[in-house]
């Protein structure tokens, strides 16, 4: 046998022995991935609960000389919560579901605003606050390859997103929305939105349990999910837009009904 | 036959000598009306729900209290129509004697009788002795001064204001009362931990003192948020009555201020001036301090407000007094340089420096105009719930 021959064979053995365990445990020790599918209640949507960090890409703007933000609310990440709601229109058999997606999130970044002119004596920062307000939206057609899980037991979802994005914004200070030459620190954002990711389902952590779920409130399916994002809200490229988008990783729950 | 005629002449006779010599009974509206000794009505303060609550500002003032009496029966010359004030039962004519006494007389001489009566209590004569002992309650009366006011009577004092039918003997009355309680102090001062500067703005910071009556707080600035034209100076008078003001249309007797108890505080209405000294003293009661005022207190408990709407460049001087449920303004927080003074001044906010900076978004609907976006978040989760529901039916 020749080396390669022997690294692929280990390595099939691997993948196998994981599948063969996970796929044993997701269908339950007694009832079997068969008697379960008997049970499944019909599966049409998913609904993400979604958290990761957030940075907006303002500094990145044409046109911007400096870098206003990170000058005024440093280099760290804030947190955006957010959900989505997908509907699993059309199911393509032993492949997976395509449908659309709706999310909506919120994330806020606040820091002490500076004086205009530092006193000769003492601290340059003010008392006020100055923040910045974010709420994402975007519809998306999202792709779900579960072939794995369910023809396969093997409870991995990788799956994709695209479509476009809409990011409402406002920056205050403690007097209400700023302004500055007559312009207002509110507005709204376009952009296109894209991610890829891998969900594990975790059924088969408890398959009595997860039937249950499935029988009482219709779910059938509970994953956890990490996925790359990209918001590109940058108004398509075009100038005026506050670039509020970021590339970040998202984590969270998925559950499926 | 003629027996029992004079039985029964003896019946009617006794009857009709019993509903001659009833005694008569008092009737006392339950509502009560304030007003000002020049007529005009006081703003309404808080007040426990049981009772009627008077506070300092009702005391010093002066406040009438006017009471709705009705008799039963007009008899003046079996009854004396009184009006007595006092924390317990003021009808045994024991809590009216000297040496035992426990109520006090809240009007000079008698009482008009009539079947209705309208008659009016100074809250001042109604405070005038409490705390006092048996012993040393006077039993004449004296229009009570200010300075009961001010007198250092702490907490809520139960006082009963009652109208007394008193036999010409003098022995134990009848009569109806009416409650109060009586607060004449407000909360201990606070203490200001910080005052922060902003455009145009202050975020002050305190610390309330200990009190279960505190019900929220006055904010002071020296200079006052709101500049009086025409004032360089605060006139306090703190007795605002009883000077000679001739009489109204009614006959009222008219109060006019005591020249005597005015002091002039001055103010710099066009800046604070040297942090720790301006005319916002510790000690004094806030209720005199209001041309300083920055407007309605909190409300709340909170320990920190903002102020927005003053002078970049100027040093305003900072103060907080906590008010308590009857109204009452406690002393306003010692002043501390440089803790209780801040100096608001332009600030460089994200957006100012984003716009300096080249950016060029702005001034398009935003999120606040938008209200359908809200809505969406919340009907995905309604969605969601939905099909919940319906899949568990």
Redo the contacts between chains.
Sequence with gaps: MSRRACVAAILGCTISVFCTNASAQYAGNELGSVRHKQFA?PQR?A?ELRFGPYKPS?DS?P???????Q???GSSYRVLAA???DWQALRIPHFGSIGPG????YTSMG?K?????C?SSGSCQ???N????V?P?YAVGVLRIDVLMKDFGIPLVPYGKAGAGLA????S???G?????G???????WGTQFAAGLALSINWLDPRAARSLDS????NNTSIFGELMWANLNGFGG????YVGTTTFIGGLN?E? | MRLSLVIGGAVASLALSATAFAAPTLTLTPTIQRFYQDGTVPAQHGMPASTQGLNFDDCNNNVKIRFTLSMSTVDTSNYSLQAWAGPSDCAPVAARTASTAACWPVLAGNVAQASTTTVDVNVRDIAAQIGRTTTSIALSYSPASASVCSSGVSGANQINVYFLLVPSANGDATGANSPFKIKLTGPPAPTVTSVGSGDGLLNVNWKAATDSDTQGFYLFTDPPLTPISDAGAVTVCTDAGFSDGGVDDGGNPINIPNDASCSSTPISVADGGVCGTSALQAGVAGSLLKAFSTGTPTGNTSSSVSVTGLTNGLTYNVAVAAIDSYGNIGPISAPTSPTTCGSPAPIDDFWKIYRKDGGGAGGSCDISQTEGAPLFGLALLGLGAAWIKRRRK
């Design positions: 209640s949507f609904l303002i703007e046109g911007v000389s400096g870098a206003p933000y000058t005024v609310f959900v989505e709601f709706l999310s909506f999130g820091a605003a500076n004086f205009s002119t006193p003010s008392a006020e100055t923040s910045l307000d709420f939206l409402f914004w406002r920056a200070n403690d007097a929305t700023s302004s500055y030459g312009v207002a620190g509110k507005g709204h954002t009482a409130v219709g779910i100038a005026g837009s506050l559950l009904f």
